[in-house]
């Protein structure tokens, strides 16, 4: 590649007079791209791109639609399913221009409205793969991030308002966050180390979903009656979904089929091990019984956590973040349900929040070469930039998140009634019924 990129260099070096006028410019950057695809990086980043989006459709539509009662299943596939269709339209608006092009330190700018420019011959990411697959890959983020909040408001808000919420939140959360830690912006230059969204992703929906959760109100009998999962079967099936969509999660941020991304498919695998039987031994230790519910639960908050540090640590790092995810995210699953009494129904901000959080801090220490990580120099520095990161995004994300919430309340209001959660969302909000026994 180093001879052939230079060759092409000198070849368009000595023609570039009789082809540009006087007041052209051509970079190196431009000439050493041409002809700079890969089809290798292309195919697995398509892939990836698959992988992704099955994480949503149907991995966490499932996971999610397994836990919460029979008679509002439905409406928890409903959401997800129309939340990627209602991204994906905003994505290409506008949200990948405001993310991924040069504008501020804050916020990208407006020179790829409608997606103008972007052609079938752009390159993106290393420079080796076709832009179209950089935005799609993106766009998938776009879609699962706002459906993990879904799990924090499941049987009791308006789907209008759901709606409303998701396109403002991707609006003002999602998009200049992103902007901020992978699209050219403040935290970027500053050296904040995410690879796959420890802090875009997990964090924006953690502390999102929990303020949320906060001011919806509890469900009908919280705490003293906690809803039980009308089908442990579907929440396995979709949490292994989600599993194999991980490896395209992380691994295809590398941008490119290579040692890196196979370093990093192989600690995601083993942080969610981990974490899986780390959670499991801890509820049979305090309930007596294994649950597959708390295992598959271990292993989605195996992955949240490993998701920033999966590009600079090694296997044992990933055993040791796999073991603090599967203990530390268990114990916040019971402060936030007894100790704070917010009815965050699916446990988003203990899993995925305190999980994505956790593991930005812990790759500061896991990612030095004493334990197998590459890419930390030094503890306290980049300890340091990802403290700063967290609090910045955390700060953000849950200011804008009440100002959403209240143009929500205050437009098209935010709650069901009481008679619609008794009966379901499914039948008072969709007019269906997932199951019908005669």
């Not at 409608?114 to 052609?119: A, I, K, R, S």
């Not at 879904?150 to 200049?176: C, D, H, N, Q, S």
């Not at 890196?260 to 049979?284: C, D, F, N, R």
């Amino acid at each position: 590649m180093f001879y052939r990129n230079s060759l092409l260099f000198l070849v368009f070096s000595f023609w570039f007079p009789f082809l540009a006028s006087a007041d052209e410019a051509i970079t190196t950057t431009d000439l050493l791209s041409i002809g700079a695809l890969n089809a290798g990086d292309s195919a697995w980043m398509m892939t990836a791109t698959v992988l992704v989006l099955f994480m949503t459709l149907p991995g966490l539509a499932l996971f999610y639609g397994g836990l919460v009662r029979a008679g509002s299943v439905l409406s928890v596939l409903m959401h997800c399913f129309t939340i990627a269709c209602l991204a994906s339209v905003l994505w290409v608006v506008g949200l990948y221009s405001l993310a991924f092009t040069e504008g501020t330190p804050w916020i990208g700018g407006l020179s790829k409205l409608g997606l103008q420019g972007v052609e079938a011959s752009s390159l993106s990411g290393n420079g080796t793969i076709p832009e179209t697959v950089f935005v799609m890959f993106q766009l998938t983020f776009a879609i699962i991030t706002p459906a993990l909040i879904v799990g924090a408001f499941v049987e009791r808000m308006k789907f209008a308002a759901i709606l409303l919420f998701t396109a403002l939140w991707l609006l003002l959360v999602y998009a200049p966050v992103t902007h901020w830690v992978w699209g050219g912006g403040w935290l970027m230059e500053m050296g904040v180390l995410d690879l796959a969204g420890g802090i875009v992703v997990h964090a924006t929906a953690g502390v999102s979903a929990l303020l949320l959760a906060k001011c919806l109100g509890p469900r009908t009998g919280f705490p003293e009656k906690l809803q039980v999962p009308h089908n442990p079967g579907m929440v396995m099936i979709g949490a292994s979904m989600l599993w194999v969509g991980w490896f395209g999660f992380n691994a295809g941020s590398q941008l490119a089929a290579n040692e890196a991304a196979g370093m990093t498919m192989l600690v995601t695998h083993i942080s969610a091990a981990v974490a899986s039987l780390t959670w499991m031994s801890l509820e049979w230790l305090r309930n007596g019984k294994p649950g597959l519910v708390g295992i598959v639960t271990g292993m989605v908050a195996g992955l949240a956590t490993i998701t920033p540090a999966s590009g600079n640590v090694g296997p044992l790092g990933a055993l040791c973040i796999g073991f603090l995810a599967g203990s530390v995210c268990y114990f916040m699953c019971g402060v936030v349900k007894q100790w704070m009494k917010i009815d965050d129904s699916l446990d988003v901000f203990a899993v995925h929040g305190v999980g994505g959080i956790l593991g930005t801090l812990l790759l500061s220490v896991f990612g030095l070469p004493a334990f197998g990580g590459s890419g930390v120099a030094s503890v306290s520095g980049q300890l340091t930039t990802q403290l700063i990161a967290i609090l910045a995004v955390v700060a953000w994300s849950a200011l804008a998140t009440y100002l959403i919430i209240l143009v929500c309340r205050f437009t098209i209001g935010l709650r069901v009634s009481s008679e619609d959660e008794i009966t379901g969302l499914d039948q008072s909000e969709h007019g269906e019924t997932a199951y019908h026994f005669e």
